[in-house]
Structures are given as structure tokens and as C-alpha cells.
């Protein structure tokens, strides 16, 4: 797995990640407003035919780009993302459970009304999943674990990636909330 560059508007807000090719052009075409950290890789490129000197550009693990600063971005819920936010624990037995023997499952059914959205979706093992069914936790005599959550756009940005830097951890983890240990997951 390659290195991913945090990418962030003027404001300072994660809006994802990007290669470390995609971060040189952006500094090629004077996208790049302000870094954070120390190199996290260095492109070479090509041999200047005076000199004799190879180009070099150093890429650092964090880069706000120019442009309009959106207020909010998608929050697109997923399994894996979903499964990271939970621990990899079923939010009904409290086992944890490899990602693979992990389902998505709507507090209230979707049969029944329930949304397709974070604050009704937990993980849950295929046991437990199948047990609950077409019913509510309260009616399948299930309790939740814990309560499931909207992640803000940092948490969002830190469960998209399995493999993540200091200096971007250190970034994100200042704007975590409460809701979990998310030191668990890094």
C-alpha cells in the first residue's frame, strides 16, 4: 500500500486523500496553499541538462489546496468505514470479529422505515444480525453496545484509510470526538 498525502481546503478541513503524484501536480500548478509536516517522500525528476542536476520535490504528508472552502462534504457511509468506526465489534454481542464476518445492520429496518445512514447502521456479526431480523433491538431483546454516530469530517477521513502518518494521525485525532477510542483502530 502507497503513501496517501491528507488533502485539506484553505480552512484547514480534511477533503481526503490523494497520491503523492496527484499532491506534485497540484504544486506544479500552484494549487498548493500551505504544508504540514516533514517529507513524507521525495519525487526526482528530471536531469537539467546544464547543470547536470536532478529535480527533486518534496512531498510532505499534509497539503491545503487553493479554492472555494465548501462547508460541508458527503459523509458516504460504507462497510469498511462503518466496521472501523465500531471497532470491528458487533454492536450486539460485543465480540470482535474480522471484517469479513462483519453486516451492516439498520437499528430500524429499512422495512420499517429506517434509513440507510450512520446513526442507524452498526456492525453486526451474521449471528447477531439474523437473530435481530426484521425487528428493533428493544424487540429482538438486543440492546445496542453503544450508540451509533454521524463521524465529523476528520474521524470520516481517518476511517477511509487503513495505513495513516503521524504528522495526519496528530492532524485528525485533535478534532476527534468523544464517541470512541479511536486510538484503538490507528
Not at 498548493?32 to 541538462?49: E, K, N
Not at 468505514?81 to 439498520?106: K, N, P, V
Not at 485525532?173 to 468523544?178: C, H, I, L
Request: hydrophobic share 35%.
Amino acid at each position: 500500500m502507497s503513501i496517501a498525502i491528507l488533502r485539506l481546503d484553505l480552512a484547514g478541513q480534511p477533503r481526503g486523500w490523494c497520491s503523492p503524484e496527484q499532491a506534485a501536480t497540484a504544486y506544479v500548478k500552484g494549487d498548493v496553499s500551505w504544508t504540514l509536516g516533514d517529507p513524507a517522500i521525495i519525487l526526482h525528476g528530471g536531469v537539467q541538462r546544464i547543470s547536470g542536476r536532478q529535480s527533486l520535490l518534496e512531498i510532505p504528508p499534509i497539503i491545503a489546496m487553493r479554492g472555494r472552502v465548501v462547508g460541508s462534504f458527503s459523509l458516504s457511509l460504507n462497510n469498511k468505514a462503518l466496521f472501523r468506526r465500531d471497532q470491528h465489534i458487533c454492536l450486539y454481542c460485543g465480540h470482535e470479529t474480522h471484517r469479513s464476518l462483519l453486516t451492516r445492520d439498520h437499528v430500524i429496518p429499512v422495512s420499517r422505515g429506517g434509513r440507510d445512514v450512520w446513526a442507524n447502521c452498526v456492525s453486526a456479526c451474521k449471528s447477531c444480525n439474523n437473530r435481530k431480523g426484521d425487528r428493533t433491538p428493544e424487540e429482538a431483546d438486543m440492546p445496542l453496545l453503544a450508540v451509533p454516530f454521524t463521524p465529523n469530517p476528520w474521524e470520516y477521513t481517518f476511517l477511509e484509510r487503513d495505513r495513516i502518518l503521524g504528522d495526519q494521525m496528530e492532524y485528525l485525532r485533535q478534532q476527534f470526538s468523544d464517541h470512541r477510542n479511536w486510538s484503538r483502530v490507528a
